[in-house]
């Protein structure tokens, strides 16, 4: 059972340079999200979306953009990527948002240099 | 809005020693509290939850945290620790949105 698949998992970029990121679950969840991990911040939701063709901002929405056009899937793109997003980003979903993120992917740690 | 205090970026116990990683919240209303663990290169799984009803929470792997409302903390706990303890471990709270704690790194010495 595969879960929470995320890919690109390493990937290096230039400053200006854009990107799309791709989560995919199989697990029929409504909600997913996007999390950014910064050192001695812990997670923090840059966006999410509760269903299929839905999506809203989250702590730091800034920079990215997402979309949701299938269930299972869950894209973030950095149209003009900047030093500052250098990160580790991890997608996660959930059955209902009345919880928590029950189930993460294992991450895409993204430099731009 | 809620925020999370986890004190003690690093944690270090011997093996067999008592584990204890502490957490502080702060919520305008009564909150859910988790805790997660994080192994190397690897995302989050979830150790355990408060929600309602019993305040001693038991988890998997032998951890359990106590939510103390007049303390407003919810510390994890585990009696022995054992080297595939070494983690990142992270607490969260929720009402509305859910905010995670800036992680405790927790090294077990054989």
């Known amino acids: 059972n595969a879960g929470v698949t995320q890919t690109p998992k390493f990937r290096v970029l230039k400053t200006g340079q854009s990107m799309t990121l791709l989560c995919a679950q199989d697990m029929n969840h409504e909600y997913m999200y996007w999390y950014r991990q910064d050192p001695g911040m812990g997670l923090r939701l840059i966006h999410y979306s509760v269903g299929e063709g839905t999506t809203a901002k989250g702590e730091v929405p800034d920079g990215y953009n997402v979309s949701r056009l299938k269930k299972q899937n869950f894209l973030l793109g950095l149209e003009s990527a900047a030093p500052s997003q250098t990160s580790v980003y991890f997608c996660?979903?959930?059955?209902?948002?009345?919880?928590?993120?029950?189930?993460f992917g294992d991450g895409t740690r993204l430099s731009i240099l | 809005a809620q925020s999370v205090t986890q004190l003690g970026s690093h944690v270090s116990v011997s093996e067999g020693a008592l584990v204890l990683l502490r957490c502080n919240y702060s919520s305008s209303v009564p909150p859910y509290l988790f805790w997660y663990v994080q192994y190397p290169n690897q995302g989050l799984q979830l150790l355990l939850k408060?929600?309602?009803?019993?305040?001693l929470v038991k988890g998997i792997n032998g951890f359990e945290a106590e939510f103390k409302k007049s303390e407003t903390s919810f510390h994890l706990t585990k009696p022995s620790a054992h080297m595939s303890d070494a983690a990142e471990y992270f607490c969260a709270v929720k009402d509305n949105d859910m905010r995670f704690g800036a992680g405790t790194r927790l090294t077990v010495k054989p």
């Open positions: 408060y929600t309602t009803g019993a305040t």
């Open positions: 996660a979903s959930s059955y209902s948002r009345g919880g928590q993120p029950q189930h």
